[in-house]
């Protein structure tokens, strides 16, 4: 774990005591992406407990079909591997193509593409921190705030389901 993650998940350990007790963290076996409504969820045997703002691929509508769409995939995958030395703050891959994926973009002669993530922000921004807030800016992963990767990465597992909604 890089130096960075130690220092904001020490700092939160400090700012709120019994954080990291067991019994006390919620840990998400679902996650669900509503691409409309800029949402992400956390869910817990069906149950709703925590709700994330996303912003998604600069061109939001539809599935992936194709790398450099700009496009955020739809279906159900895998959240699989996860990177604390990201060009973003953290990452959690999402297991886009899965293999129908792959199947269609070969039949359209296409690249399916790949690399998609659950994101924080850039490490090196070029933009204003109310850009990022604000509008859609991926290439197609799933965007929020350094502070609510935090919680996403302490309240996922290894290969929890995720499904991505239109």
């Known amino acids: 774990m890089t130096i960075r993650i130690r220092a904001y ?3 939160l350990v400090f ?4 954080l990291l007790e ?8 679902e996650v669900i992406i509503d691409k409309s409504d800029r949402e992400l ?10 709700t994330f703002k996303i912003a998604l691929g600069i061109r939001p509508e539809g599935h992936k079909q194709e790398e450099g769409d700009f496009k955020t ?4 995958y895998l959240l699989d591997i996860r990177n604390e030395n990201s060009d973003f703050f ?3 891959h999402v297991s886009y193509p899965d293999s129908e994926d792959r199947q269609e973009a070969k039949k359209n002669g296409v ?11 850039p490490n090196a921004p070029t933009r204003t921190e109310a850009y990022y807030r604000t509008q859609d800016w991926t290439n ?6 350094n502070s609510d990767m935090i919680d996403i990465w302490l309240m996922t597992g290894h290969n929890v389901p995720i499904e991505i909604r239109p």
């Open 140 to 145: 197609g992963c799933i965007a929020v705030s």
């Open 9 to 11: 998940l020490l700092l």
């Open 111 to 121: 690249n399916p593409g790949g690399a998609i993530m659950i994101h924080g922000q």
């Open 41 to 50: 969820y956390l869910l817990n045997k069906g149950e709703i407990f925590r």
């Open 90 to 92: 953290l990452s959690i």
């Open 22 to 29: 067991a019994g006390d963290f919620p840990v998400a076996d």
């Open 73 to 76: 995939p739809e279906g159900r």
């Open 15 to 18: 700012l709120t005591p019994g």
